[in-house]
């Protein structure tokens, strides 16, 4: 093998392979990425048994055909501290990939190709298509509400939902649940639902946030494969039945608070300073034509900020985790805010009026 490219064309596949490479492994080879040089390009592949991604480096020459694994991390290293903008060269020497550009020469242990594992492809009858920008946008305003390490292993990731014109990503931890969804050219009555781990999420937000132009999406009964821009990212899913999200989700239609959303989120990170470190907890005292965001600790330090409000309904005062609040408000595109609920007991639904595509629960707590 012999490819000569850039030092900026290498980083970003380079990149995409390794977020998906655990530092510690119990196989020396899971720590390495594929390299692969033929006609059609040259591509890095990362995989943790459990997802895979493949990344194409653009612009660049193949001299030599060949394949091999690296370190994948060792290798990031080394590219980021090259000069900007320097040729690189990478050839196979023996079992040494040799590195050079410049003055400077690296010499890089391989593991055989043969070991190195790979995902099973996906079996899906007909790619979706759709804007990177929106799938990225539909899984910022969900993803953040996953649980981590959560025993009910259906927790841990984001319910895909396809269903007649439109995905729907739906999270939630048990303590609060973000519900969107994305217009899209599905056909036929029937309901498909899958849950994606929450790594593979994050490293698919993460990917799509440097991405742009359109990107398919397939689906099976055990994988998801999403492809575009010079990558695929396909992951295993996890089994299980997701919780009803619909049931959880309040139909509140007596009490509405309209806020602008920049002063809730400022009142909200104000009043955070002085929350109690383990609880996070704020109170929320709605009025006519204000709300009051109080918090205090046990080091009887306190902070209250008042914003102003439109509200229908009795005064009401209810305790939150303020960062399940300021989660659910971050994730509202619109100017305003409105908040929607019954009594200090029961769960709030929080949107962006007008905006049914964006849906947001939070569980109160007690103070």
Known sequence: MRITTTR????????????VIERRQTLPVLANCKLSADADGVWFTGTDLEIQVTAKVESCM????????????????????????SEVTASLSGEKLQLSSGRS??????????????VEEVQARQPLQLAAADLQQLLSRSSFAMANQDLRYYLNGLLFELRQGEIRAVATDGHRLACAQLQADITGDAVQQVIVPRKAVQELERILRESDGDISLELDKNHIAVAG?????????????????QAVIPQHDQIQATLDRDDLRQALNQAAKLANERYLGVRLAFESERLLVSANNPDQESAEIEIACEFSGEPLEIGFNVQYLLDAVSAVAGEKVQIWMDNPQSSIRIE???????????????L
């Open 229 to 245: 821009g010079g990558f695929r990212l396909i992951s295993k899913l996890i089994e299980g039945k997701f919780p009803d999200y």
């Open 62 to 85: 193949v001299e030599e055909a060949g394949v091999l694994t690296v370190s994948g991390w060792k290798l990031l290293e080394i590219v980021r501290a090259l000069r900007e903008e």
């Open 8 to 19: 900026e064309a290498l980083i970003r596949p380079i990149q995409m392979v390794t977020g």
């Open 352 to 366: 962006e009026p007008g905006n049914d595509a964006v849906r947001y629960v939070v569980m109160p707590m007690m």
């Open 105 to 118: 020469r690296f010499s890089l242990s391989t593991l055989p190709v043969r070991d190195f594992p790979g």
